[in-house]
C-alpha cells in the first residue's frame, strides 16, 4: 500500500512535467493539434476530435530510455491529473475529477463511473488495417485485482467491417489471441488481491492467467503506477479510405480513488502489399506478369477497399478482374465522400514464352518446327492433311506474322521481314480450333 499521498499539485494548461526522462505536456484546454499530431502519422487523417474530461486529464508523452513503459511517446489519458504520473511509484496518484457517467464504459463494468476521460475523433486511414500499442496502468493494482469494481477502459470504434458486418462501438482492446477485454481483473499478477473479498477472478471477461502481460512497477522510479500491462498491440482490418469513428475512454469506478492510466502510441497504417492470382495462384506482385496463351490471370489487390477504379479493362468497379490477353492494367482507390484517394498502381501482362497450354491432348505432336532457333526461315511439317493455320506474336501479344500451312511440308519465312528484330517469339499452330504454341528464337542474319 502506498505511503505518501500527493496533496498539493499545480496543474496549468500547456504544464510539462518531467521526471526520470517521463516527460508529460498538458494542452491548453479546448486545442487538440498536439493531441492529434501524437497519435496519427502520414498516411491518416484525423478529423472532428472532441475531449470530455478534466483538461488535465489528457495530455502526450514522451518517455525515454529510463522509462519502462515500452514505447517512446504518444498520448496519455487518466483519471487523474496526467502530470502526476511522472512521479516515484511510492507516491500515489488518487485525485476526484468530478466527471460521472459515459455508457459505453459502464455497459463493460455494470457499475457507475467517475473521473471519466474521453477522446473521440473520426479517422480515415489509406490502407486497410489499424495498428497501434497501448498501456493500461492502475493505482489499484495489485490490492484490488479480482475486486467487483475495478477501473476500466476500451478502444471503440464503428464503421464498415471488411469481409462484411459494421463495428458498432466495438471494443478493440482484447488480451491477444482472445476476446477477453483488457482491465484490472483480466491482466495481473495471477492471483488476487488483498482488497478482492471473496472473489478470485472467475467471472465472465477476468481471468489470472495472463500474468505474462503484467508488469510489477514495486519500486519503481519513474512512473507512479503500482502496476501496468506491457505494450499490447491492436491490429484491426479495416477498409481503405473509409471514415471511422474512435473512442478512446477510460474512468473510475463506483468511486474516484486509486486512478488509473491509459498510454497510447502513434497510429501505424498497414501495408499495401499487392497480389495476383495466377492459373487460380496467389503469388507475390512484381509488376510484370506472365501469361500463358488460353490461360487466364487474376489482378486482385490485397489491400480492401469498397470503391476500386480499374483501367485498361473498360472501367471495371470491381474488387479484381480477370484478364486472359496481354497488356497493361492498373486501378486506384477513391472515395467520393471523403475524398480520400490511392494512386494507380500498374500490372504489366506478358505473354509467357515457357509454358505450352493445349486445349486437347497431343496437338504438339501434329507438327515439328526445325530449326530453332532460326534466321530466315522455319520449316514446319505436319503430321496430317488437316487444316492449319498458325501465327506469330512478341512476348507482349503483338502480331508478327499470321498465315494458313496448306501443305504437309510448309516454310515460315522471314527474309523479307526488315521491321522484325532478333528475340524470343511465340509460335502458335491451330486444328480444327484446337491449338498449341512454342517458343522460337529468331536469329536476325
Not at 473521473?115 to 480515415?124: W, Y
Not at 505450352?356 to 501434329?366: F, G, H, Q, R, W
Not at 527474309?415 to 517469339?425: L, P
Request: glycine share 8%.
Amino acid at each position: 500500500m502506498k505511503k505518501i499521498i500527493l496533496t498539493v499539485l499545480l496543474i496549468v494548461a500547456g504544464l510539462t512535467t518531467s521526471l526520470a526522462q517521463l516527460i508529460i505536456t498538458v494542452p491548453p484546454a479546448g486545442n487538440y493539434s498536439s493531441i492529434q499530431s501524437a497519435l496519427f502519422p502520414a498516411g491518416i487523417t484525423s478529423v472532428s476530435p472532441t475531449f470530455r474530461g478534466d483538461a488535465s486529464s489528457i495530455a502526450t508523452f514522451v518517455s525515454g530510455a529510463t522509462n519502462n513503459i515500452g514505447f517512446n511517446d504518444g498520448v496519455f489519458l487518466s483519471t487523474g491529473h496526467t502530470s502526476s504520473a511522472a512521479n516515484p511509484q511510492s507516491s500515489q496518484q488518487d485525485f476526484d475529477m468530478a466527471i460521472e457517467g459515459d455508457t459505453d464504459l459502464q455497459y463493460l463494468t455494470g457499475a457507475v463511473v467517475r473521473d471519466v476521460a474521453v477522446f473521440e475523433f473520426d479517422i480515415t486511414l489509406k490502407s486497410d488495417s489499424l495498428k497501434f500499442r497501448f498501456v493500461f496502468a492502475s493505482e489499484e493494482y495489485p490490492e484490488f485485482t479480482c475486486a467487483p469494481f475495478v477501473d476500466v477502459m476500451g478502444i471503440f470504434l464503428t464503421g464498415p467491417k471488411p469481409g462484411g458486418g459494421f463495428y458498432n462501438k466495438e471494443n478493440i482492446t482484447h488480451i491477444p489471441q482472445t476476446s477477453i477485454p483488457v482491465g484490472i481483473n483480466s491482466i495481473n499478477a495471477g492471483s488476487p488481491g488483498a482488497n478482492a473479498g471473496a472473489n478470485n477472478c472467475t467471472n465472465v471477461n477476468e481471468s489470472l492467467n495472463y500474468s505474462s502481460y503484467y508488469v510489477n512497477n514495486t519500486g519503481g522510479t519513474n512512473i507512479i503506477f503500482d502496476g501496468f500491462t506491457i505494450p499490447i498491440l491492436v491490429n484491426v482490418p479495416v477498409y481503405a479510405c473509409e471514415t471511422y469513428h474512435i473512442k478512446i475512454a477510460i474512468a473510475d469506478v463506483s468511486d474516484g480513488l486509486f486512478d488509473s492510466g491509459l498510454f497510447i502510441e502513434s497510429f501505424t497504417p498497414g501495408g499495401f502489399p499487392h497480389v495476383i492470382g495466377h492459373a487460380g495462384i496467389s503469388q507475390s506482385f512484381n509488376d510484370t506478369t506472365l501469361l500463358c496463351t488460353g490461360d487466364t490471370v487474376n489482378l486482385s489487390p490485397s489491400v480492401q477497399a469498397l470503391n476500386y477504379n480499374w483501367s485498361g479493362s473498360g472501367g471495371a468497379t470491381t474488387t479484381s478482374i480477370t484478364v486472359n490477353t496481354p497488356g497493361n492494367f492498373s486501378y486506384f482507390i477513391f472515395n467520393p465522400q471523403n475524398g480520400c484517394t490511392l494512386p494507380s498502381y500498374a500490372y504489366h501482362v506478358i505473354a509467357d514464352p515457357n509454358c505450352v497450354v493445349s486445349t486437347y491432348e497431343n496437338l504438339s505432336d501434329a507438327f515439328t518446327i526445325s530449326p530453332n532457333p532460326f534466321t530466315n526461315q522455319i520449316h514446319v511439317t505436319l503430321n496430317s492433311g488437316e487444316s492449319t493455320t498458325y501465327s506469330i506474336t512478341d512476348l507482349n501479344g503483338k502480331l508478327i506474322l499470321n498465315g494458313v500451312l496448306n501443305n504437309k511440308e510448309s516454310i515460315i519465312d522471314f527474309s523479307n521481314r526488315n521491321d522484325v528484330d532478333a528475340g524470343v517469339y511465340i509460335l502458335r499452330i491451330t486444328q480444327e480450333g484446337k491449338s498449341t504454341q512454342q517458343k522460337i528464337v529468331y536469329q536476325k542474319s
